[in-house]
Each structure stands twice: as C-alpha cells, then as structure tokens.
C-alpha cells in the first residue's frame, strides 16, 4: 500500500516537472526536490517522539492486567521510547487528497524489570504504515473531508476509550508497558461519511498483540456519532469480535452493542457536563454482560484556575457463580484518555484490577494554575460485582480505596512532565484475596519531547 502511495507521489512529481514553461512550473532559482531529497508538490511532515519515565512502588501487588502478563514486576524501575514519523499529502488539483504515513517505535523497560524473562525488555518495530483518500473540497455540498478511506496499521478510537482505543499490546517482551507508546492496529480498514454534524463510519481492525499472548483478536463494527454542538455528542457502536477458540472462546463471535452521550445538559450553561455510556455483550451462554457509567462534572471557567469537579460511577459486571452463563464483563481494548479513563487508578487500574467485576466510584478535582500546568486529585472507592468470583476465599465486596494525585506541566512547545503520586489501602476484599494489609505507595515522572 505505500508502494501504491509512493508511486502515485512520484508520477506526480514526475507530470509536475513535464509541465511546458509558463504553465504553473517552478521558477528557476527553486529545485524540483526539496533539501530532504523527497519530491515536491507533496506536503511531508516529519515528527519525533520520544519519552522517558520512572516508577517506583512500595508494599507492590502486581497482576498486570493490560495483557494477563503474570509475573511480577519489580518495585523501581525505568522505560524510554522513541517515535519517527513522517506523513505526506498530495492534493489533487485543489480538490481531494491522497495521503500516507511511516512510523516505527522502540520501547525499552529496564533497571530492575522481572527476573522471569531477563533483565530488560526492548523492541523496535513499524507503527503506522498506512495510506488514505479524503474527498478535501470536491464535494462542497457535504462538506470538506466528507468521505474519507484508510487501510494500514493505524490507530482508531471510539468515544473516551471505554471499550476500544489502543490498537496494540505493550509490556511483556516489547517493553513499555505503562508509556504504552503503540496505538495503531496490526491491520485496519476504516470508512469515514462525515456530511455537517453527522459522522458514519465503518471498519475492520487486527489487533496487534504480544508474541506471548496473541488471543486474535479481530473486529468488525459500525459507528454513528451526531454533534449537537461544541460540547455535546451522542454515539451508538456495534462490534462483531472474534478470537482463537483455544485462547479466549467467549470473545470469539461476540456481540458488542455500545450507546453513549457526552453533554453540556444546559446550552445556558456549558460549565455543566453529564456523560453516560452503556455497553452490552452478548454470546450465547459464553457471554452475557452489562457495563455503564454516568459521570456529571462542573467547571468554574470564570474563576481564577479554572477549578473543576466531577464524580463518576462505573459498574463492569462480574460473573455469577449461581448460574450457568458466563455475565463477566470483557474489558475488550480501553486506552488513555485522560486520567483515570479508562485505567481506572495509577495503582489499582494499572496493575491488579481490570474492567471486569468491579464498581467504582470516582471523585476528581481538577485545577489550571497556568495555560501550562494543569493539577489535581482523584479519589476512588473500588468494590466488587461478584465477590466469589474473584476469589474463592473472598465475601466482601470492599475490595480497595485509592488516592491519585497529578501534575501535567508544559515546560515549552517541544517538552512535557507529568508527576504523579499515589495511595492505595486494601480493604476487605484484597485481604481475603491476597493477604495484603499494608498501605501501597506510588511515585512516577514522566518526560515526552514531541517534534
């Protein structure tokens, strides 16, 4: 598919140059290449990414539930990655516009990284490698960039990520497990309809897994998104997963069915937000389960820091042991969209609970000293759907209380750190599990240089 892309940039630099003189040829002082040696009339953007973090724990209680990776990590440890991208456009006569984009990632984790598979973790590999058409201006009673294809490795999201937003696995024998610098599918086709307010879209996605623990996962789905205004949307999804039988044969025909609105309630009062999102998945006696959230949020925009509250409820079922269908709820692909969505905690959500079997309430208040600092705390109470299920030892649903505070500081317009510190007090529930009573600590600065 690049080869497509780069043979269709080339002819049109090629025709470009064949132009008689006087009809929309270069001056003569101007190469028909530019300084990078890539050919002209095509727009290239070049990026680079990279980050550095660590972490460190104390009193740590891993089960790594972003990929069911089941050894321990240690208490200290570092990750760095690096992203090269380059992206071109060619537009035809004004009109539509044919693109394409080449990244690759390496991630590294190493310090004290998990004795079970050696003293670090790194991997190189192409991210995105994709090629697109978008319709630009010809079609000017839809819109611009009405219409639009894409087929390649590319990321795709849905709404805040509650059920499908990262594309690929990280940790394990790739490194990176939380900078989790890979986004983009090992294979995607995406349809995108988008006349005024009203988005459609189609498409078929191969996730891109670890080595070790590649379930297949594949999906194809429908998506329809209207925008009422700036600040409120409401979406409807379906999905059709499949997987490998042997490896996880309740997602293997499942049925994802996904509604959800993200609202300023009141357009006299935009300060105000409510959302609410509620996904089923149904397959036969294998799956059957519910999730939904509400959140209701309010921001003081005319006050000095601009303070924001907000408190959300989140329930993700847990299986039933009394009856004979399987109702716990698959995580599917969730991802980072902001903190605490949708891994939900820097101790809890990061590392021994996932959107399974689990009630959580969330306070948060947000605050904006600057336009480059952006700060706040978060309270969770974490509980259990099904306590039995989770372990056989376990009768309380109290499973863990959680604090998390954070800072998010745009040093300049290449260079961002995060800082963030974390409290977590097992209850009940993590008692009876795991025999674990004392208090975890969480510590973590993070450095991103964007280009």
């Not at 969770?380 to 800072?407: C, G, H, I, N, W």
């Amino acid at each position: 598919m690049l080869g497509l892309l780069a043979m269709t940039l080339l002819l049109s630099a090629t025709s470009a140059r064949a132009q008689p003189p006087g009809q929309d040829a270069p001056p003569k002082d101007e190469p028909d290449i530019n300084a990078a040696g890539l050919p002209p009339k095509v727009e290239w953007k070049f990026n680079f990414d990279a980050t550095w973090g660590t972490f460190g724990f104390a009193n740590s209680l891993y089960q790594n539930p972003h990929e069911g990776v089941p050894e321990n990590l240690s208490d200290q440890w570092f990750e760095g990655s690096m992203k090269p991208a380059l992206f071109g456009s060619y537009t035809f006569a004004g009109t539509s516009q044919i693109y394409g984009k080449l990244s690759a990632v390496g991630e590294r984790t190493y310090g004290e990284a998990p004795s079970l598979v050696g003293s670090d973790f790194s991997s190189f590999q192409v991210e995105d490698m994709a090629i697109g058409w978008r319709s630009g201006k010809s079609l000017p009673s839809l819109g611009e960039n009405a219409v639009e294809f894409t087929a390649g490795r590319v990321p795709y999201t849905i709404g805040h990520g509650m059920l499908l937003w990262d594309g690929a696995a990280e940790g394990g024998t790739r490194g990176g497990y939380w900078t989790n610098a890979r986004k983009a599918f090992q294979f995607a086709t995406i349809g995108r309809f988008k006349p005024g307010h009203l988005k459609l879209e189609g498409f078929y996605l191969d996730k891109d897994e670890l080595p070790e623990h590649d379930t297949g996962t594949r999906l194809w789905g429908t998506n329809g998104e209207y925008a009422f205004g700036e600040h409120s949307t409401v979406g409807l999804t379906y999905m059709k997963f499949f997987a490998n039988q042997n490896v996880d044969a309740a997602r293997d025909g499942l049925d994802v069915f996904n509604a959800r609105a993200y609202t300023a309630p009141i357009p006299t009062v935009p300060d105000l937000t409510v959302d609410f999102e509620y996904a089923a998945e149904r397959n036969g006696d294998l799956r059957h389960s519910n999730a939904w959230n509400i959140l209701g949020g309010y921001e003081l925009s005319a006050v000095t820091w601009k303070p924001k509250l907000s408190y959300r409820y989140a329930w993700f079922q847990g299986d039933d042991p009394a009856t004979r269908q399987n109702e716990a709820f698959d995580p599917l692909l969730p991802g980072f969209s902001d903190w605490g969505s949708w891994w939900q905690g820097e101790i809890a959500g990061e590392y021994f609970v996932s959107n399974s079997n689990l009630i959580s309430h969330q306070v948060r208040a947000h605050v904006a000293p600057t336009d480059a600092v952006g700060a706040g705390l978060i309270f969770y109470k974490f509980l259990l759907d099904q306590p039995r299920t989770y372990s056989p030892r376990v009768t309380a649903s109290d499973l863990m209380f959680e604090m998390d505070f954070y800072t998010d500081w745009k040093i300049n317009k290449n260079f961002t750190a995060s800082f963030v510190g974390a409290f977590g007090d097992p209850q009940t529930a993590a008692e009876q599990a795991f025999n674990r009573t004392k208090n975890f600590a969480y510590g973590m600065v993070f450095i991103a240089y964007s280009y």
